[in-house]
């Protein structure tokens, strides 16, 4: 079966899912923030606690215009936005690192560089890979010469880009990668999030785990992750706030500890009802079931030995202990052994041929 390893955990396309809050740059820019934030997805039940590593020069022009909703964030430039929260640098996320380590969280950042990933190789044990840089052929090489799992998001992008990416990254050295469904706005409106895509990357990439890294507006039932989960998604992403009230663009679409502890706590039912096995076959709580609730043939009317049974002399009932009703063919024409009494529940070695 196919797998992935990420931090300590082994994610399986059966298994429970992989979680990881995205609290990207909404620490804007306080350690003691992201510190807290951390504590907060370690507390909702997150494995994982995701950062951005980025700086404002190297991922944006100065005239790179908004696609986020401008009425949430009205920053109408990317790299004004990216500028005000970009002051973390290799000293800070080693610190995040060591601070997640102690709390029992698997740290993570997304690189948009390649000094970003240079300085997070020692500190992380998967890469995050931005919807947005799935053409970023220098970066994704970058990442796969680290030896590195990858989680890499789809959003916006084409199956032919997507398998370019996987084309790119293998050649480079990546082995383990896990693929995202993922709608690139900010936020998501819930009639686009599209998780039945999730079975459509299923079907295409089937040696890959598949996810979902989620934008829409978190409801009290986390609705898109949980419907994402039944899906298939086993790798589950999310920004992550500690006041979805704050302006700003990443704070209004996040889920907080609360949402986070509610999905946790209702994807662990959700899982349980899965199960794991995929090909149908009765389960072992079915056997008394299949003894006592099937049919079998049953004596219509008094019959003496000897006697041949035609179709009028048989009905079927429960249990399903003596001669199945798949034998129903079989069953006529042969004689009776000894005399059967009506409601006899009909077996073989009441019959020769």
Known sequence: MVSIKLG?????PTGRPYVIAEIGVNHEGSLATAKKLIELAHEGGAHAAKF???????????????????TKEATLSQHELFQKYDNFGAAEYIELADHAKKVGIDFVSTPFDDEAVDYLAPIVSFYKIASADITNTPLLRRVARTGKPVVLSTGASTLDEVDGAIETLGAAGATDIALLHCILNY???????HVRMIGGLQDRYPNHIIGYSDHTVPDAEMTAMSIAYALGAVVLEKHFTHDKSLPGNDHYHAMDVHDLSRFMKRINTIADMLGKQRDKSP?????IARLNARRSIVIAKNLPMGHVITEADITYKRPGTGVSPLRWDEVIGMRTKKALSEDDVLTWDDLVG
């Open 52 to 70: 951005q590593s980025y700086k404002a020069n190297t991922l944006a022009s100065k005239n790179s215009p908004a696609y986020w909703d401008t």
């Open 8 to 12: 300590t955990t082994t994610v399986t």
């Open 283 to 287: 389960i072992s709580t079915e056997d």
């Open 187 to 193: 936020p998501c409106e819930n009639v686009n999030a």
